[in-house]
């Protein structure tokens, strides 16, 4: 490798220093610089989060790669590259699993990455992450000086670097991290992680931003299944009462005079069984946040007593006169119409308004295009770990699957299919894979269109192809590339490679149809 060439690749980089990119679109152009410089198959980008690696950018592996999140202790290539301090080679036939097996983009047999490298990045002297580069061939990076990689692993760091700081200009993201991480630590529970890259996602959590540094009452609408009490969480952790606690009441588990007291709590011999004094939720929740979810099911009798609370600010427990101040926000979230549950008299119209002064609405996981891949490689990490498996993948076909699948459980849905098809799955096996790839038969999903498609391709184009023979030949080629681009996340060299086709002869053919 020449100097010549190793400043060829660089000199962009260098230049995006200086420029205000997005920060995914500023990784991307990282790992396309290392692509360029130290030819491979794949590569990643990813961040130190605790015990954690979390992928920022990956080029080359599968979609559902930035949806995982990698438990260091249970990847030894992972810990040996963060011990080092400087890049690492692995020997082809190290006995070390391969945190990448099976997650190599578009391929479906030799599954297995045979070399191996990678290098740490640091931050202020400090372990901030890991850049990974993998390939098929086991020779492949033989010719590769370490140097080079160690040379741009740091302007890896200084790009990194960069990217954070702007984004603490810009947002003060570290302050709101750190008061996350005390509510976190303060409640016991793990902080849970919004993934996803559509736009209708980021229209969600641009709206819980916004609305969380505020004290606003909301209501989270949205079907069953798409995440509502995540959402709620995520408020709470981007509000000024971050550092205090969040309390949860399910109102739809309770009958109406257990949710009375376990909202305003009750005094010793408030009624049969009340044995001791006991604080409510509200009181609970003073200074911070509480949560009400299926907040639809409230009788008209407990909506007011609420309704008198969120007002004043004061509470009787049951059985006593005496008055609780409390200081709490409110979020509440329904998957019931309660606006039309108000025409219909089912529910205090005065109630109503005062729980949606923000309402913020979740989308459903149809909507949400391939974030239900990133979701479901979130999942096959879990289930990985859970199994003790080497590698969780899913097939092509599987992958189609879940794209075309409606999705009327929405994310929980997704979340008890992953572990429902891995488990049968290993199940088949009579032998331990140390790869286990899940197909579409394995998911099991009522597709009936897929299915068909994908065992009577002609009839497809035959559909399509009707009428003037080039105008339905075009109209073909526009679906065949635009379904291919939504597969590959608009990658179009992975488009190019699955459609057989020169990466420039695509550009141009799409070009001629109109499609840039």
Request: net charge negative; glycine share 6%; with cysteine.
């Amino acid at each position: 490798m020449t100097a010549k060439s190793l400043l060829t690749a660089l000199l962009p980089l260098v230049s995006d220093l200086s420029r205000e990119l997005p920060e995914g679109e500023r990784y991307r152009r990282l790992l396309e610089a290392m692509r360029a410089l130290l030819p491979c198959d794949a590569a990643a980008l990813l961040r130190l989060d605790g015990e954690w690696l979390v992928p920022l950018a990956v080029d080359g592996l599968s979609t559902d790669t930035l949806g995982r999140r990698f438990k260091v202790s249970e990847h030894p290539r992972f810990e040996a590259l963060l011990s080092s301090p400087g890049p690492t080679r692995f020997a082809a036939d190290s006995d070390l699993p391969d945190p990448y097996d099976g997650l190599v983009d578009g391929l479906d047999d030799h599954l297995e990455v045979h070399d191996c490298m990678g290098c740490p990045l640091f931050i202020d002297e400090r372990p901030w992450g890991l850049l990974t580069l993998d390939a098929l061939d086991p020779e492949r990076f033989e010719p590769i000086e370490l140097d080079a990689l160690q040379a741009f692993a740091s302007l890896a760091a200084a790009t990194v670097n960069a990217a954070e700081r702007i984004e603490r200009l810009n947002n003060r993201v570290e302050d709101e991290h750190q008061r996350a991480e005390v509510y976190r630590q303060a409640s016991g529970q793990q902080n849970r992680e919004m993934i996803g890259q559509s736009k209708a996602h980021k229209r969600l959590v641009e709206e819980i931003s916004l609305v969380g540094g505020s004290d606003l009452t909301v209501l989270i609408t949205g079907e069953t299944g798409v995440g509502k009490e995540l959402v709620a969480q995520a408020i709470h952790a981007a509000s000024p009462r971050a550092d205090k606690p969040i309390i949860s009441l399910n109102c739809a588990a309770l009958p109406d005079t257990l949710v009375e007291s376990e909202l305003f709590g009750h005094v010793r011999g408030a009624f049969t069984g009340a044995m001791n004094d006991r604080r409510g939720k509200f009181e609970l929740a003073n200074g911070g946040t509480l949560f009400l979810d299926e907040v639809g099911e409230l009788s008209l009798t407990v909506q007011a007593k609420l309704l008198r609370v969120l007002q004043s600010g004061q509470l009787q427990r049951l059985g006593s006169d005496k008055e609780h101040q409390v200081d709490v926000r409110l979020i509440a979230a329904t998957n019931r119409d309660l606006a039309e549950e108000v025409r219909s008299g089912r529910y205090r119209a005065d109630f109503y308004h005062r729980l949606s002064v923000y309402p913020l609405r979740v989308p459903a996981l149809r909507d949400r295009g391939r974030d239900v891949l990133l979701l479901s490689g979130y999942f096959l990490e879990q289930n990985r770990s859970r199994m003790g498996l080497n590698s969780l993948r899913l097939n092509s076909d599987a992958q189609t699957a879940l794209l075309a699948y409606d999705w009327p459980g929405n994310v929980r849905e997704l979340e008890h299919l992953i572990g429902r098809s891995a488990l049968k799955a290993l199940g088949n096996c009579k032998e331990r894979p140390k790869i286990l790839s899940l197909s579409a038969a394995d998911l099991d999903l009522p597709n009936a269109s897929v299915e068909a498609a994908a065992e009577h391709p002609a009839a497809a184009v035959t559909q399509a192809v009707t009428g003037d023979l080039r105008e339905a030949t075009e109209n073909y080629q526009r679906q065949l590339i635009s379904a291919c681009l939504e597969r590959h996340n608009h990658n179009w060299a992975s488009a190019a490679r699955e459609l057989g086709l020169d990466r420039a002869n695509l550009g141009r053919m799409a070009k001629r149809l109109g499609m840039k």
